[in-house]
């Protein structure tokens, strides 16, 4: 098992709710990346940072947002929650060296919009 | 548009009996490709990363072998306990580290 950890394991939301996922990275990583994964599809890259700042950013609107800290723990937070919404949560850790970023992943957030 | 596609999308087999898993990748400057493994309900496990063409890795009963256009992971003799679903994934370009995955490929495995 990796380090990383998430927050809640489960949630159930309704269409308009805002929700904070959280996510604790793994030790001596300094950054983290946020994944979307609908059943039966792959991850879909939401956004990355690294020391705290923005790293890049996936096709998904303004209303999800993201912060972390400077212990490099992370929240993604999402407005206006569609049905579409509804998915498994990723968090990944990864310490930036070098040419390529190697991503450990955490348990997941299950979120359901009703 | 970067793109990662895998086949086949699921795959049966009987304990013992080797496969292989593909990943084609269209991609413009491969930095890295990686393979990971994801149980039901769970978080993606890393397996290798691979960053240019003739390069293997092993572990275990899994190969993981890259070309210039595509991988593949060799299953050699698998066990039940094998049965999950494999994750392709690139990270390509010069626009920070945004990872591509594909949809994976399930593998059950029977004893």
């Known amino acids: 098992e990796t380090g990383v950890t998430q927050s809640p394991t489960h949630l159930i939301k309704t269409r308009g709710q805002q929700v904070t996922l959280r996510c604790s990275s793994q030790?001596?990583?300094?950054?983290v990346s946020w994944y979307q994964q609908a059943l039966g599809q792959g991850p879909q890259f939401i956004f990355q940072?690294?020391?705290?700042?923005?790293?890049g950013r996936g096709n998904f609107p303004p209303r999800f947002s993201g912060l972390q800290f400077p212990n490099y723990s992370s929240e993604l937070n999402v407005n206006a929650l569609e049905l579409d919404d509804s998915a498994l949560y990723l968090c990944?850790?990864?310490?930036?060296?070098?040419?390529?970023?190697?991503?450990?992943f955490g348990p997941g957030t299950r979120l359901t919009v009703l | 548009e970067d793109q990662v596609t895998q086949s086949p999308e699921a795959l049966r087999l009987q304990e013992g009996e080797s496969s292989s898993l593909n990943c084609s990748y269209t991609?413009?400057?491969?930095?890295?490709l990686f393979w990971y493994r994801q149980d039901p309900g769970k978080g993606p496990e890393f397996l290798f990363t691979?960053?240019?063409a003739g390069e293997e890795k092993e572990k275990e009963r899994l190969k993981a072998t890259l070309t210039k256009k595509e991988s593949f992971l060799h299953i050699t003799a698998p066990k039940p306990e094998d049965s999950a679903t494999y994750l392709c994934?690139?990270?390509?370009?010069?626009?920070?580290?945004?990872?591509?995955f594909g949809a994976g490929t399930r593998l059950f495995v029977k004893a």
């Open positions: 990944a850790s990864s310490s930036l060296a070098g040419d390529t970023d190697t991503q450990y």
């Open positions: 030790s001596g990583h300094n950054t």
């Open positions: 940072y690294y020391r705290e700042e923005e790293n």
């Open positions: 991609v413009s400057g491969l930095r890295g």
């Open positions: 691979l960053y240019s």
């Open positions: 994934a690139v990270q390509a370009g010069t626009g920070g580290f945004k990872t591509i």
